[in-house]
DNA sequence: TACCGTTACGAAATCGATTTCGTCCATTCG
DNA sequence: CGAATGGACGAAATCGATTTCGTAACGGTA
């Protein structure tokens, strides 16, 4: 069995009282028997009990990372988050716990926050606005600190960390007016709420400067839960009696999917159509033409997401945290010049 | 502050015991209290605190995945690992904590051990042999229960959970083999030890039981040190007086590389050269052409992992968990019948 | 009626730390 | 010299559960 703390007192023939505030610089402690204890610590091994320690100190030093949704599909998202996560909490002395199984399930979730086994949450997906904020109504009546990610919450009182993808789409769609393109589709995903927002007002917004009229022909509302959802983009902006001559698509794999049908149907890319995704996977950088797309950093939202959370756990959630975090361009091969100069 | 057991007593006139023993289904407790105290339980929303439960009963229902290694890059191997490991793990009530900042840090890992704050251990990715073996005398003489991943480790006592390396690369090479190529090309990587003893074995004995002699020109060991690495190998095969009709390679990466280096030398692929990854990466299913590999399911994996280690807690670690897994083949577009017969 | 066994419950110990508070002793000051 | 001050330490309470063990009450039997 572990060295206790007793066996620590016992030893040194000093009281559990002394060698505690010797190990934690806390109350007087003479340094003589200060250096006795620790070096007798050290010599033994002697390390704390978590769970005794937590159990008086009220924390634990852990925080819970809740994926609130359901992993259909391995992303290099969250193999970039979680490590990044993990590894700024660490920074702190504090470790992170998965929880993967309770998406949807609140009471799940008011089992955690009574536990107490973390002092605070980050909610990886929240879900619509209003359920959202039932959410934070629980959490906060719960006294639990608690931070969502990736996505934005318009809700002053909420704390979020989430990339600027209004800039996204407008970085992206700036660089296809630059190359000349004047027909640029866009495909809106309404499911994704606040990130579907903010990136139609980013391509809105640059067409808008560019002195582009927007023509709501060239923007499709797509929907996930369709079986051949991600060809259906495509083909719809093709049948069009006057196609564009860009596509800019929600994610990179439906832009991927594009590739290769345009592949089957003949259509050179980039020479006759540009195509650009959304999320910068590996996975965009090793199609043939390289995917153009858009990269934020999983990493950075994520590290962010800890340090933001550590601070509401010290402040005790006096104000929100909120961080938009910027996203950056990544121009590559699937897109050019259009033939035709763009007309 | 949430509410406790004590209040729970009180609100009902018993004493603690009896609510424990009626919540936890131990000891003598009548029909009639133990109904109360349910209802009074689901009530008051109580819920035991983590921290002083695992203080009592010495266990804390939670496993700990240390990435005993750099993660140098982001793989969908780590995405598909980790949600998995935590998804079984909270089948069976226990909780997943991260720990990946103590690559070699073999006090930090004592220290994790002696506070106690998990049931058992998780490494993925040990160290060369000798390490390993030092670090599971360590585990053993500090009773935690331990297991290795996604590397088998050739000692009897030692718990592992890896893949059938051997059985993939004898699966590549017979496919190659079927298709009619007769030199094919074998990419080592020495650095991790039993997975290339395990491949080339396999690459070795489909050649034996095709009746083709092993050709040592044909093999080459990579350096990953190297900045250049993953273009070395196929440099090297390619100025070869008599170059292979295929190559096989040690990762993913290695061959999409080869994929773009092959498109700039004017090789066409399949027609003129054919190419396996391994691994079975996201990437690998969007290059153009789309590239044959082997897959190991990292959820399989993990998931046994947790099993096993589930497994070696209940027993107290009586005898090793070993497994070895099946991979999958999955032949695409990089592989074809050579042009000229494989000769 | 006296005795015994069973049932249902509670008092108290326990897990291993931290923290509060009181005490002892040596100085220092008036 | 007596009182006040403060440094160093320990006894005991505390955190919130679980578990052991003792006992009251009850019913049945000799």
Redesign the pocket.
């Known amino acids: ?2 060295v ?3 066996d620590l007192s016992n030893k040194l ?6 060698v ?2 010797a ?2 610089d ?8 200060k250096e006795r204890v620790t070096q007798a610590a050290r010599e033994l091994g ?4 978590a769970a ?2 937590s ?4 924390r634990t030093e852990k925080i819970g990372l809740v994926v609130n949704y359901p992993i259909r599909r391995v992303s290099d998202f969250l193999a970039e988050l979680i490590p990044s996560m993990a590894t700024v909490a660490e920074e702190a002395e504090y470790n992170l716990i998965l929880y993967t199984s309770m998406a949807g399930q609140t009471e799940r979730l008011i089992s955690l926050c009574r536990s107490r086994e973390v002092d605070g949450i980050i909610i990886a997906w929240p879900p619509q606005f209003h359920e959202t904020v039932v959410l934070h109504r629980m959490l906060t009546d719960e006294r639990m600190p608690h931070i969502f990610l990736p996505r934005r919450v318009p809700h002053d009182d909420i704390s979020y960390v989430a990339a600027d993808h209004q800039q996204g789409a407008r970085l992206l769609t700036e660089y296809l007016i630059s190359l000349g393109h004047g027909r640029i589709a866009f495909e809106r995903l309404p499911e994704v709420y606040e990130t579907d927002y903010d990136r139609h007002s980013g391509y809105a917004q640059a067409l808008r400067a560019a002195g582009i009229k927007y023509d709501e022909s060239l923007v499709i509302s797509a929907d996930s839960a369709a079986a051949d959802y991600d060809t259906k983009s495509f083909q719809h902006f093709m049948a069009l009696p006057d196609p564009p001559s860009a596509i800019l698509f929600f994610t990179d794999p439906s832009a991927i999917r594009a590739l290769s049908l345009a592949r089957e149907g003949g259509i050179r890319i980039p020479q006759e159509l540009s195509v650009a995704g959304y999320d910068g996977v590996l996975s965009s950088g090793v199609t043939e033409p390289a995917l153009t797309t858009v990269r934020q950093s999983a990493g950075a939202l994520g590290a962010l997401a800890v340090e933001s959370l550590l601070k509401l756990i010290a402040n005790d959630g006096l104000e929100a945290q909120q961080h938009i975090l910027p996203v950056e361009l990544l121009p590559r091969k699937s897109t050019a010049a259009p033939a035709n100069g763009g007309a």
């Open positions: 069995m572990p206790t703390i007793e023939g000093v009281s559990r009282s002394t505690s505030k190990l934690n806390r109350g007087d402690v003479s340094p003589r028997t002697y390390q704390p009990s005794a320690r159990l008086r100190r009220q």
